[in-house]
Structure formats: C-alpha cells, structure tokens
C-alpha cells in the first residue's frame, strides 16, 4: 500500500520550476486584468488599447495594525476617484499584507471597496479575540515538525490584531476575471539576508496565488504545495498547504531575526544616551553585565559598555567612549556588541535542555489545574516544551526547502542542501518590496509607493535605489533631503529617469495632512508600531482619512505620470 502511495502520479508530480520568467497562469492573469485597466484608463480620457497599457504597481509598506488600516484607505479612495482598476500589481509587505489578505477573501473586493472597508472598521473594533481558538491552533501547529514561533505569532498577536482566524488558502484565491489587481506578497529568506549582502537579490521570496519562490533565483513551487517535502523537484511528503493567519504571521514575524533585534536593543541604548536616557537603561546595561560577567570572550567590549554606562551617569562625555565601543579593525558598526550577544546565545544553546526542562516544571507547576488538567499534563508538558525550545533557539518561519538536491547550474549549493528554510518580515530588508515589482518579466512602468513606515519616511525608497544600484537595475536618481523634510515631508514625491521606472512616494503622515513637524511627531507617538493595543474607532478614522488624503489630493499628478508612461 505504501509503495503504491509512493508511485502515485499526485505524491510524484514535479512542481518546482526553474527560470527568470513568470509563470503561465500569472501572465494569463496579467492579460485579463490588462482588459480592466484599459477600460478604467479610457474613462479616465488616458487613449489606450491592447497594444498601450502601461503596467503600474502599488506597493504598501509595513508597519503592523497602522498599516493594515492605512492601505484600506488608500485602496478605498483610489477606487473613489476611479483608479483603482488602472493597477495591475498590488504587492505588499508586513501589515500591509494583513489587509490584503481581508480584501481577497472577497473575490470582488474592489468593486465594492466601501462596503469592505466598513466590514473591515467593523471587525476590527468589535470582534473578540477567542483564547480557546488561540489554545487550539497553537496545540495542533505545536506536533508539526516544522513547527515555529510563527506559528504562535499568528495564532496570538497577529490574530489580536486582524481579529479573524482565515482558515482559507492563498491558492484558492481564484481570480477568473481579474476584478481585482494581482496580489504579491513579500517575504525574505532569513539566512540569506543575514549571510549576504544586504541588497543581493536571493534575499527576497514571493508568494502569489500560483507560486512561491525565489526571483532572484528564479526558483518557485506552485503554492499549494509549499510546505510539501520535496526530493530533487518532486513530492516526497504531502503537507497541507498554509492558511492566510499563517501567511499573515509570516510576513508580519518583523521580531523572527535576533541580529535585528540586537542592532535595534544597540540603537536603543544609544539613542537613550544621546536623548536623556532612562533609569530603564541602567536596569538593561546592568542585566546585561550580569549576564555576561563570568565567560564572556569579548572583555574589551563589555569594559568600554560598562565604562559607557558610569559616564553617563556621571555627566562625562560620552562620545569617546561610544566611538571605541563601535569600532572595529575591519571598520564594521555594532560588531563588538553583537558578539556580547551572540556569546549570550551560544551559552543558551549549550544549557538549553536544563533551561527549557527548568521553565516547564516552573510554568506547570503553577498553571496546574487551572488551565491543565492532570490527565493532560503529560500533553502540555510537551507542548509547553516545543515553545520554549522555539524560543531559546529564537526559530521562525520553518519550512522545507523546495529546491533540494534539485540540480542546476543557476541554484547556489547551499539553496539545495539545506532540508529547510527560514522565511521572515520582509520588512527587514525593505520595508517596501520594491524587489518583487523590479523583476524586468514584470515589466512594471508606474509604481506608487504607498509609505506607512515609522521613522525615515524617505529610507525605502534610498534602499530601492541602492538594491537597483546593485543589481544592474534601471532606477530613478533619489537625491538627498534634510533632516528638516523628513521631520516633515510633503504628501507626493515623484522621481523620474531616463529608461527607468517612474516613483511616486507617498509619506503617510506629512504637512499637508497633519500640518508642521511638531504636528507629524505628536500624531506618529499615536500610532507607534511598537504599541500593542488595539486601534479605537476614532483612531482608525484618522488613519483613514491621512490615507484617503494622500491619493485625493494628488489624483491629478497620477493621472499625469499614468498618460507620461504610454506607450509611443
């Protein structure tokens, strides 16, 4: 019986594709959605035909709840002011996706966006969060080998946020007719990006409705079967294909990479130094002593953090001593401190079995009764064993690599030798996934770039300048801007060159929806990603309207760079 599961054509078929181009359903889409967007251009008085569609993308960034709620208002004014059917991408990182996902649930979302924008305010402010539907995902995601901390993160956090549990599959979201733009989401390959350069192309990894993969390798796998084992391109083991929250958690997971979170823990202490500080940065500089006095191997660093911490408190300047503790012979910020750190996780891993055993019989121990029962103990023991071994190891976004002993000259050996991949935040990167939209197959002329980040309200579109620069890839010049204008930037740059695709930048807070820079930071302090409470009614109408803002004011210079990228 087995040997006959083993032969059979489904368990055997190859689904792994190798090569730059798109595949054959998303061109097929790409043409039926061509149909709409000329229709849309022509009621726009833009002449066009089959032969003149000009190929334009919206990108939202990520930025959590904020930018979940942001891209709903951005999406629901464009199809009020008739332009939501010129695009032909919509590609979106981080929160960015959590709204994606709600709208493709609806296979005709964007004819009717202001009844799915309601739906949307509506579940957000009044639907309950079920602990017991969080018991239960968390429990039956705990026995899958492949098992992550994303798999917590969606089924707690994520699912707080989004306030619906989707259960449904990304390649099921058929979509015939084209009603709405094609969705790309975006994700990056956590060991590429911390083992490479920070702009090489394998980094970035998409998901569509009919593959997930590599672009820069030019490596997919049809989506419903991503997560399946493969064995040199064919299905060796069947497994059920991921469901949105997951997705959601996937491309949301912006804590899954600690080298991340060790250069944002530095940035924080340095910017506390520099700003005032806290007692709360003498609490974490004195932890940190604690933990690693006795057997660090990076003495020198942890002296001159000590040393940093007693000038500061002391009144003495303390730029001397930050300019050693960030110098290395190799010239590379944050090394020595990022040691200190990775001496701490590598003393985890050594004493991970006693710690996890020691966190489970404490936690056990007191929820004994109350949330285990005794004849379950056994069972939740386990359970509660998996997450603490997921969390000293700091594990996200596992799954098994398709490309596996599938040779070919254009895959790297260590993309087909590892038996699994790890898939985080894209936001790490960029949180902006102009990658994904730059492919040349795609083609794309027009890209509005709807920004919802927190901080730099110019660093996405820098870091899309310097990934082109890298990788030989047409892109407009991105000139400087002081730091008055990213104090206060206005609601629309746009960006052009010569045999480039055209930018247009939208900064979601700015001078024109807010008003002056005392204005933009007051209202940013609201709607911090770091804040983990749910958005109320009123909050949620302010995001929308700074983001139905930016697309009603500038309507018209749209229209005017969507009739500059025709076609001769």
């Not at 039956?140 to 492949?146: L, M, Q």
């Not at 990022?338 to 007191?366: A, H, M, R």
């Amino acid at each position: 019986m087995d040997n006959q599961k083993e032969k059979s054509p489904t368990s055997r078929r190859k689904t792994v594709r190798v090569s730059k181009s798109l595949c054959e359903k998303e061109v097929a889409s790409v043409q039926q959605r061509q149909a709409t967007v000329i229709k849309c251009l022509q009621k726009l008085s833009i002449p066009c035909d089959a032969t003149r569609v000009p190929t334009i993308a919206v990108l939202g960034s990520g930025g959590g709840n904020r930018a979940m709620v942001s891209l709903m208002g951005t999406l629901s004014e464009m199809k009020t002011q008739n332009l939501l059917d010129s695009i032909l991408y919509l590609c979106g990182v981080s929160g960015s996706t959590w709204c994606m996902s709600a709208l493709y649930k609806d296979k005709e979302w964007s004819s009717q966006v202001e009844e799915t924008e309601k739906k949307m305010v509506k579940t957000l402010t009044s639907e309950k969060v079920s602990f017991l539907k969080i018991l239960g995902r968390i429990t039956e995601a705990a026995w899958d080998e492949n098992c992550s901390l994303t798999d917590f993160w969606a089924g707690t956090l994520v699912y707080s946020f989004v306030k619906k549990e989707d259960k449904l599959h990304l390649s099921s979201n058929t979509d015939e007719t084209m009603v709405n733009p094609y969705p790309i989401y975006a994700v990056v390959d956590k060991w590429r990006l911390n083992n490479k350069d920070q702009y090489d192309k394998g980094i970035w990894f998409e998901f569509t409705r009919h593959e997930a993969g590599y672009p820069g390798y030019g490596a997919f796998v049809d989506t419903s079967v991503f997560g399946s084992r493969l064995m040199a391109g064919e299905i060796t083991e069947s497994k059920k294909e991921m469901d949105m929250l997951y997705l959601q958690g996937l491309c949301g997971s912006a804590i899954g990479n600690m080298r991340h979170n060790i250069k944002f823990m530095i940035d924080w202490i340095i910017h506390s130094i520099f700003r005032g500080g806290t007692v709360e940065l003498e609490n974490r500089i004195m932890s940190f002593e604690k933990g690693v006095h006795c057997d660090c191997k990076h003495c020198t660093a942890v002296f001159l953090l000590l040393e940093l911490h007693e000038a500061f408190h002391s009144g003495k300047d303390c730029k001397s001593i930050l300019h050693s503790l960030m110098a290395t012979q190799e010239g590379e910020g944050y090394k020595l401190m990022s040691d200190i750190f990775e001496t701490w996780e590598e003393k985890i891993d050594e004493e991970q079995n006693i710690l996890v055993s020691e966190i489970t019989d404490f936690v056990c121990g007191t929820i004994q009764g109350k949330y285990i029962k005794k004849d379950n103990d056994v069972e939740g023991r386990k359970l509660l064993r998996k997450m603490c071994t997921l969390y000293t190891k700091w594990i996200w976004g596992t799954k098994f690599n398709f490309m596996r002993e599938l040779l070919h000259p254009e895959l790297p050996d260590e993309l087909i030798q590892d038996e699994t991949i790890h898939l985080i935040d894209a936001g790490l990167s960029n949180n902006c996934a102009y990658p994904l939209v730059l492919r040349a197959e795609r083609n794309v002329k027009l890209i509005l770039s709807f920004d919802f980040s927190e901080g730099d309200p110019f660093l996405t579109v820098r870091q899309a300048a310097e990934y082109s620069k890298k990788n030989n890839i047409s892109f407009p010049f991105i000139p400087e801007v002081s730091e008055e204008e990213k104090a206060c930037p206005s609601d629309c740059y746009i960006y052009r060159g010569k045999n480039t695709p055209t930018v247009m930048h939208f900064p979601l807070f700015n001078k024109v929806n807010c008003g002056d820079a005392e204005k933009i930071k007051k209202t940013w302090k609201i709607y911090t990603t770091a804040r983990l409470q749910n958005y109320t009614k009123k909050e949620i109408e302010v995001l929308l309207a700074a983001s139905k803002s930016n697309v009603r004011n500038n309507r018209d210079k749209i229209i005017t760079e969507i009739k500059k990228q025709l076609p001769l």
